[in-house]
């Protein structure tokens, strides 16, 4: 069976120790790796013809998934190099995900250098499955293609608002400590940040609050020995 010589998984699965399957088609492929039947037919054209298989773009994350899943090394291979080769705004951060899961180093560079360059594309909710040191990381790099500094911060606002568990203080600070506040509007960091609730979470002695004012007037400052 050339399915099961292209995956160990499914030759245990036909004729090691996983229950027998009827037959060999797309329900065994779903019942496996849950995947569509778009997904399932792209990985039995690659276990039959290989690299001269179509290969939709839009199925690389999927199959990636289902490619470690059954253990065919030569997809995995071509879902990476297929994601690194489409990388946009719509995919990086789930390709970021996989990366980590996977273990795979190159579609982690270029996940992370997308993230950052395509920041502000990026769909919110999207942008909220970023761990917090991943997000703290596109907020610091020099890479982080933003309008304002404040689009990050509302960046980093809609990202604490959609976690389904509250962010550390201590990660919190870390993502403030990301944001480049000097870059802000005197008045936008007076009337928006200084007084926007994430701010006492990350520390509730008002320590962030005093910094960020304090940050203000200095911004204030500068801006009346430039004009002179």
Known sequence: CILAAASPTLEAHFYGGMAPAPQIDGMVLKQLGDVSLACAEVFVAHCYDGPAAP???ENALPLLELARELAVASLTERCVACLVENMCAE???DSLLYGFEYSAE??????RRTVCTAFSRIDGGALSRLPAAELAR??????LEVA?????FGALVGWESRQAS????????SLLS???FRSMAASFLREVVSTHPLLARATPDQAAKAAVLAIADSVEGAARARGK
Request: net charge negative.
């Open 55 to 57: 290969f939709p773009p």
């Open 91 to 93: 995919n990086a951060v």
């Open 106 to 111: 190159g579609l982690i560079a270029v996940a």
């Open 138 to 143: 596109a907020l610091r790099s020099c890479e």
């Open 148 to 152: 304002t500094e404040e689009e990050a």
């Open 166 to 173: 509250p962010p550390s203080p201590e990660e919190l600070l």
């Open 178 to 180: 990301a944001i480049r």
